[in-house]
């Protein structure tokens, strides 16, 4: 079925560090979203992606849709201590499927 | 005001219990979700409700009942809780074909 795989599982940071991890996928997304949640929290949505080669930036965040539309990238640049958190990509196959999620990434960032 | 908000936040009880968590939200969206994130943190989606109808229904197991009596509220009631069942459950909603979820803050149950 529908799989993500991301990578890496954790990292283990110093602040002001920059951060890239990307998510994977067998098949093509026509949407990557990247969602990050808060301990005790709910995922909140951080970047959505529409096209194959877009790059969009959130503040420190920039996220982009992998050309062959099987991978997405997020970096954070200078990390900061509330960037801790669980970092998840998703995606629905076409635009009327499911959002399934990614296993997540873990971020930990030392101060 | 919080956007998507249940109740209640933890819950513990029984193996053979009958319990139910509620779910709000007031975005005005018009679809809303049930998701289970177990121990390892995996998000996997249980249910999909539109203006009420029931669109995405995952292979949950049948002891596990979401009722939807509007737009804006999606209950989901589980009987005869096991041990396996102990998770977060987030409630999120989105307008239709919007992927930008918003979350509630989850509800963790946990079953001894």
């Known amino acids: 079925g529908q799989q993500l795989n991301q990578s890496p599982q954790s990292m283990f940071i110093q602040e002001g560090e920059d951060v890239s991890m990307n998510c994977t996928s067998s098949?093509?997304?026509?949407?990557w979203l990247w969602y990050k949640q808060d301990p005790g929290e709910g995922p909140v949505l951080l970047i959505a992606?529409?096209?194959?080669?877009e790059l969009t930036s959130n503040g420190r965040l920039t996220a982009q849709f992998g050309i062959t539309r099987k991978d997405s990238f997020l970096n954070i640049s200078a990390s900061i201590p509330s960037d801790v958190g669980i970092y998840f990509c998703?995606?629905?196959?076409?635009?009327?499927?499911?959002?399934?999620f990614g296993p997540g990434t873990s971020l930990s960032v030392i101060p | 005001d919080t956007a998507v908000s249940q109740t209640p936040k933890y819950l513990v009880t029984q193996m053979g219990n009958d319990k139910s968590i509620k779910c709000e939200q007031n975005?005005?969206?018009?679809?809303m979700y049930w998701y289970k994130q177990d121990s390892k943190k995996f998000l996997k989606i249980m249910f999909s409700?539109?203006?009420?109808?029931?669109?995405i229904n995952e292979t949950v197991p049948n002891r596990f009942s979401p009722k939807s009596p509007d737009k804006a509220h999606l209950n989901l009631h589980i009987n005869s809780l096991e041990l396996g069942d102990s998770a977060v459950y987030f409630c999120?909603?989105?307008?239709?074909?919007?992927?930008?979820?918003?979350f509630g803050s989850g509800t963790r149950l946990t079953v001894v």
């Open positions: 999120a909603s989105s307008q239709a074909r919007s992927y930008g979820y918003t």
């Open positions: 098949s093509i997304f026509n949407t």
């Open positions: 992606l529409y096209k194959a080669g």
């Open positions: 998703a995606g629905p196959k076409t635009s009327y499927d499911k959002v399934i």
């Open positions: 975005l005005g969206h018009d679809t």
């Open positions: 409700y539109n203006n009420k109808e029931l669109i």
